[in-house]
């Protein structure tokens, strides 16, 4: 088992910023790849990043590229979302995931966090 806590959400004009931070704990962190999803008023869960289990591979959704920055730090077993630039569109809860591959990650995962909810006022 794989527990993941997320933090940093909270309240922003467009044009700021927030980094989400995932502290994951149970089993060895370093072998999962590790991602962010959210979900806003009566959409879909998205998928938002994605990192490989070295950090050495990132891959992100059109909509938040070269806004958003993945990354980790498997010695303190957290993932960050550097989330920059931000608009209106971005209001969604955000929800930290992980999974054994990038592609089990993308079709749904293992593992979820409860979620931090990120508002983006105009």
């Known amino acids: 088992q794989v527990q993941l806590v997320e933090s940093g959400g909270g309240a922003v004009q467009a044009g700021g910023s927030l980094r989400l931070s995932c502290a994951a704990s149970g089993r060895t962190f370093s072998g999962y790849v590790m991602g962010w999803f959210r979900q806003a008023p009566g959409k879909e869960r998205e998928f938002v990043a994605v990192?490989?289990?070295?950090?050495?591979?990132?891959d992100y959704c059109d909509s938040v590229k070269g806004r958003f920055s993945i990354s980790r730090d498997n010695a303190k077993n957290t993932v960050y979302l550097q989330m920059n630039n931000l608009k209106p569109e971005d209001t969604a809860v955000y929800y930290c995931a992980a999974d054994r591959t990038h592609s089990l990650l993308r079709q749904g995962p293992d593992y979820w966090g409860r979620g931090t909810q990120v508002t983006v006022s105009s």
């Open positions: 990192i490989s289990w070295s950090g050495a591979r990132t």
